[in-house]
């Protein structure tokens, strides 16, 4: 009978999601930072820098991190604030941060979001407002104009360097240990330079798309 090396398996599995359990963990602890700080912020008065704050904390999206949520609410709170102390510079300011990093960190699997469309309808309503002359009229900026583009060939880079790098790994498991499991880096360096390569063009696929 033959029995399996769970050694290669394990480094493999280990080097797939170690990159990703790191990125989590600043994740987390950058956007806790952020919010934090920016409820420093608004406490004390400085709202710019309590919106730059909540902004970043919105940024650091990453699955069961709370923080960017916390930010998106405490931004929107605060812009409906301004706007009802008649500081349409800093509403439209925050208004802006809650959407533009919603668009930033839209996905392939993204929905539409409320809030997004909260904030889009509000930077429309404020600027109008705000554009119109005493007595006359302006036509408002389209809220189709707001609309995010996802750029196809940095998503497709995206799915084709993620896919790349598992399998990179998979085959370097598979193949790159003996029956001790002690590395042949001879019969392992192509599909780990493979996996290598498929990682670097995840990482600019995420930052571009």
């Given at each position: 009978?033959?029995?399996?090396?769970?050694?290669?398996?394990?480094?493999?599995?280990?080097?797939?999601?170690?990159?990703?359990?790191?990125?989590?963990?600043?994740?987390?602890?950058?956007?806790?930072e952020e919010v934090?700080?920016?409820?420093?912020?608004?406490?004390?008065?400085?709202?710019?820098?309590?919106?730059?704050?909540?902004?970043?904390?919105?940024?650091?999206?990453?699955?069961?991190?709370?923080?960017?949520?916390?930010?998106?609410?405490?931004?929107?709170?605060?812009?409906?604030?301004?706007?009802?102390?008649?500081?349409?510079?800093?509403a439209l300011l925050?208004?802006?941060?809650?959407?533009?990093?919603?668009?930033?960190?839209?996905?392939?699997?993204t929905p539409s979001?409320?809030?997004?469309?909260?904030?889009?309808?509000?930077?429309?309503?404020?600027?109008?407002?705000?554009?119109?002359?005493?007595?006359?009229?302006?036509?408002?900026?389209?809220?189709?104009?707001?609309?995010?583009?996802?750029?196809?060939?940095?998503?497709?880079?995206?799915?084709?360097?993620?896919?790349?790098?598992?399998?990179?790994?998979?085959?370097?498991?598979?193949?790159?240990?003996?029956?001790?499991?002690?590395?042949?880096?001879?019969?392992?360096?192509?599909?780990?330079?493979?996996?290598?390569?498929?990682?670097?063009?995840?990482?600019?696929?995420?930052?571009?798309?």
């Amino acid at each position: 009978m033959t029995t399996v090396n769970w050694r290669p398996w394990a480094i493999g599995a280990a080097l797939l999601l170690l990159p990703v359990a790191v990125l989590g963990v600043r994740a987390t602890l950058t956007a806790g930072e952020e919010v934090t700080q920016g409820a420093s912020d608004d406490e004390a008065g400085e709202t710019v820098r309590a919106i730059e704050h909540y902004r970043r904390a919105m940024r650091w999206r990453f699955p069961l991190n709370p923080h960017p949520e916390r930010a998106a609410r405490a931004l929107a709170t605060l812009a409906e604030r301004l706007e009802a102390e008649g500081d349409v510079e800093g509403a439209l300011l925050a208004w802006r941060s809650v959407a533009g990093s919603d668009f930033a960190t839209t996905t392939l699997w993204t929905p539409s979001s409320e809030r997004r469309d909260t904030a889009v309808a509000a930077i429309v309503r404020l600027s109008d407002d705000r554009l119109v002359p005493e007595g006359g009229s302006t036509r408002a900026p389209s809220v189709d104009a707001f609309a995010p583009e996802l750029s196809r060939f940095w998503a497709a880079l995206l799915l084709l360097g993620f896919a790349s790098w598992a399998c990179g790994l998979w085959v370097t498991a598979s193949r790159g240990f003996d029956a001790d499991g002690r590395l042949r880096w001879h019969d392992a360096r192509a599909s780990f330079a493979v996996a290598v390569l498929g990682f670097a063009v995840f990482i600019a696929g995420m930052l571009l798309a």
